[in-house]
């Protein structure tokens, strides 16, 4: 398909729609004058042939073959003094090649002149070759802004990422320095606390100690002076006792011979003691309740009893002290004596808190 045909079938070529460019129109008047000055030049006005040409060829007699003949340099035209022109100049189009060496039986070979180039065909070449330069520069640039871009954004994301790390990094280290200082300020805290604990607690048991030590020395000093205080009481007590039982022997001796025997013996026996022991003779005697044999003999069967009194002349307490050898007769007296209730109280007051001795005889 030819320039024409291309065109034709594409339509119309219609302007960019765009302000009148001096610049370009400038280098489309210049592509012409020069397209125009090649056209003239390169006409050739003579109309007669010329005649045949005759060529001498000489081979070197070493060489069987020819040499390829050398083409002839093109006759340097006469250039026109071009016009100025911005950078983008067009070129003008290539001379013609030469023709062919001439072959010696060939005819002369007449130069038929160049087709004419049209110069809308030149200046739509043109226009094209242009828009898509303009169209290549305009992906390379947009092409070049998408891998700024893209390394831009590249750079910025491992900027922040790097920048997120070190944030990473120092929060850590920042956590990381606060976990330790406050271990250590717990450990410090943890440290008072045990020794103000200790030192307590150490107090505490001092005060306990010096407590228990006191509480002792005063149980010590409570139980010596309660220990001095029985021991004087019971030796007031015990010479109390003591002056009691004097003064009961002194005034109740009788009582250690209390007579069983017959009635008229009771009865004279007991208008003749007086005191404390005819008292307890008279108190205990009727109470006894045992036949008396007839005495045979200077045997006197004897029984003597320690009897422990309440306060209030009761009989609390009864021990045999040494039997006469007759159980109903200990029995007897046992019996009399409990039922001797109360005692008689002593003209001294109280009762001894040993008890009394009965001694009972069966004769006087």
Known sequence: MTKHQDIATRGP???????????ALG???????????????????????QGPMQIELWADGNSPVSPPPQASKPVPQPEAKPEPQPEAEVPPPPPPPPPPPPQPPAPAVTETPKAEIDPEIA???????????ERLAKEAEEKRKKEEARK??????????????????????????????EKEKKAKEEAIKKAAAEKKEKEEKAKKEEAAKKAAEDKKA??????ADAKAAADKKAAADKALKDAFRNDAMGVAGIPGGTADRNQSGGGRDSGYAGKVRQCIQPQVSY??????????????????????????????????????????????????????????G??????????YQMYD
């Open 291 to 348: 036949p008396t044999p007839a005495r045979s003999g200077s045997a006197n069967p004897t029984v003597s009893y320690i009897v422990r009194l309440k306060s209030d002349g009761t009989v609390s307490g009864l021990n045999l002290k040494k039997s006469s050898g007759i159980a109903q007769f200990d029995e007897a007296v046992a019996k009399g004596i409990r039922r001797c209730d109360p005692f008689p109280k002593p003209s001294t």
């Open 13 to 23: 070529i219609l302007p960019p729609r765009q302000t009148l460019n001096w610049r």
């Open 27 to 49: 280098m489309a008047l210049a592509a012409h004058g020069l397209l125009v000055l090649a056209l003239v030049l390169n006409l050739d006005w003579r109309t007669e042939a």
């Open 222 to 227: 409570k139980e010596a002076k309660a220990a």
């Open 152 to 181: 831009e954004e590249l750079r910025i994301k491992r900027e922040k990422e790097l920048a997120e790390k070190k944030e990473r990094e120092r929060l850590e280290k920042e956590r990381l320095e606060a976990e330790r200082l």
């Open 350 to 359: 109280g009762y001894p808190a040993d008890g009394i001795e009965v001694i």
């Open 123 to 133: 200046l739509e070449d043109e226009r094209k070759k242009k828009l898509e330069k």
